[in-house]
């Protein structure tokens, strides 16, 4: 699997994604990172072992500590993929745009035909 689809298939479930979003803010030993989680430890260590082996974590050794790291590096590529879209989607609000602007502007110039009765 190349690199993205194993960033992606490590970003797909929220538990990770809450794992990462806890990352962002500092290095966490595993306790601390399962403690909001009502899972075991065991699985907080395997959904550790899938974001390491998508390079989205890295666990370091601090004597007896096992203190984990964001590496983000990793999602550069899935924002960089993403940014492909984020253009496609602009120049389409950008045309539906000018179509607005052109619709309105037809119908304020639009001669008014007094009521007949």
Known sequence: ??????????????????ILARLAEGDATVNQLA???????QAVSKHLKVLEQAGLITRGRDAQWR???LEAAPLRGVTEWAETYRRFWEERYDRL?????????????APSTPKEK
């Open 67 to 69: 203190p984990c790291r």
């Open 35 to 41: 403690e909001p989680f009502p899972i075991s430890l």
């Open 1 to 18: 699997m190349d690199q993205l689809s194993t960033v992606f298939a490590a970003l797909a479930d929220p538990t990770r994604r809450a």
């Open 97 to 109: 745009d000018d179509y607005l602007r052109d619709l309105q502007q037809k119908t304020h110039k």
